[in-house]
């Protein structure tokens, strides 16, 4: 129809644009080492630099960390969803601190204070995780508020544009060495020490490689997706998120378009959550066309746990309407448990890193226009 424009995305054509964010990482790296702190010595003491970005008024890069080590009940997480671009799976990396002053959760190895995870989505499979636990003496992290940030355990590490991990869990080996670029980064929620939900590289670009039991995924670009960064005193109970990344046909070749190494990319990410006194937090942001709209009155249609499908409108004030549908169903479904944070048991975290989403926009005296990715969003599910 010549009102309505829709852009489809299944899978990423590798050929059409490469990333350079090699040199970049590799010089935070260099610059990360030479401002190292261990756990042994003045980590957490470091003044926090007030003066930042419009991002949030606390933090420059939004991956900067927050905890004590001192902290007894407090969980801090960076994580990475990749999607490969050739349409054949994707990858959900972890790197988590939890309870630092007081070791984790004694007694449970499910509880350590440093964990890396890997989880590997294949298409049309059963999604397979890998978690490894290090006690907090090895861990070399990054002062509070300080940037580069890094987080080093074993041969573990993430920094402000690159990660990397090598792991032995139950006969299994796993690595990886990526680094990524993004042009749009966004703090979702920031509830201070209550917690946070901050996205560093919402339209992150990935290159490098992962290499699972002998088999090699490697690329430049290798996939897609975006780079994270939560923060809380404890997990809530209820919560809903999702995040999708759409890249964008240029309308004159069909083909990606490529600036300054990167593709011109839309993504979309939502957060629903329990807050206290029967309040519930919501909120949506579109990255789109170089521009940021937030969402702000998030309407469900309909929620299903079971089935991990989400649909729901929202407006923006001045009168962009967007509906919204992610579905998750199918084999891709993986469902973890995780420690709370007063140690007292653990509970089910459904996580799809290969849903589909589909959004519709409607703007004031502009055409129609659909979103579509089969394979670039990821949805996860907390409560009913």
């Known amino acids: 129809m010549d009102d309505e424009r829709a852009v489809r995305f299944s899978a ?4 059409l644009f490469a990333l350079r964010c090699s040199s970049i990482a590799n010089r935070e790296r260099r610059v990360a080492i030479s401002s190292s702190t261990s756990v042994e010595g003045k980590a957490g003491h470091a003044n926090r630099d007030r003066n930042s970005s419009r991002y949030d008024g606390t933090v420059k890069t939004l991956n900067e960390l927050y905890s004590s080590l001192s902290a007894r009940r407090r969980y801090e997480v960076w994580f990475v969803r990749l999607g490969l671009a050739d349409g054949g799976g994707a990858w959900w990396l972890r ?4 309870n630092p002053g007081r070791g984790g959760c004694a007694g449970d190895l499910s509880g350590m204070p440093v964990q890396v995870w890997a989880t590997w989505f294949p298409q049309d499979g059963k999604p397979q995780s890998f978690i490894q636990g290090f006690p907090l003496e090895g861990l070399d992290l990054s002062a509070r508020g300080q940037n580069p940030f890094h987080f080093r355990i074993g041969g573990n590490e993430i920094g402000e544009s690159f990660c990397r991990g090598a792991l032995a869990v139950a006969g299994h080996a796993i690595s990886w060495d990526l680094h990524y670029c993004s042009a749009f980064r966004v703090t979702l929620s920031n509830k201070g020490w209550i917690g946070f939900s901050r996205t560093p590289h919402s339209d992150a670009l990935f290159s490098g490689q992962i290499t699972l039991d002998g088999r090699r995924f490697e690329g430049n670009p290798l996939g897609f997706g975006v780079q994270g960064h939560n923060c809380g005193y404890r997990h809530r109970n209820f919560w809903t998120w999702t995040h999708a990344h759409f890249p964008r046909p240029d309308g004159r070749s069909g083909t990606l378009q ?5 593709a011109k990319a839309s993504t979309f990410e939502a957060l629903v959550y329990e807050m ?3 309040l519930v937090f919501r909120k949506a942001l579109l990255w789109h066309e170089g521009k940021e709209h937030e969402f702000k009155n998030l309407q469900e249609i309909r929620r299903d746990p079971d089935e991990l499908t989400w649909n729901f409108r929202c407006s923006t004030k001045d009168g962009f309407g967007l ?20 140690c007292t048991g653990s509970f089910e975290v459904a996580n799809n890193s290969l849903a589909r989403a589909v959004l519709r926009l409607e703007r004031p005296g502009m055409p129609v226009e659909t979103l579509e990715t089969s394979i670039g969003a990821v ?3 907390v409560g009913r």
């Open 95 to 98: 790197y988590l601190l939890m």
């Open 258 to 262: 490529a600036s300054a190494g990167k």
């Open 12 to 15: 990423l054509p590798c050929s």
């Open 323 to 342: 509906e919204a549908a992610i579905a998750g169903a199918g084999p891709s479904i993986h469902r973890l448990p995780y420690m709370k944070t007063d």
């Open 276 to 278: 206290p006194f029967g």
């Open 379 to 381: 949805l996860e599910m």
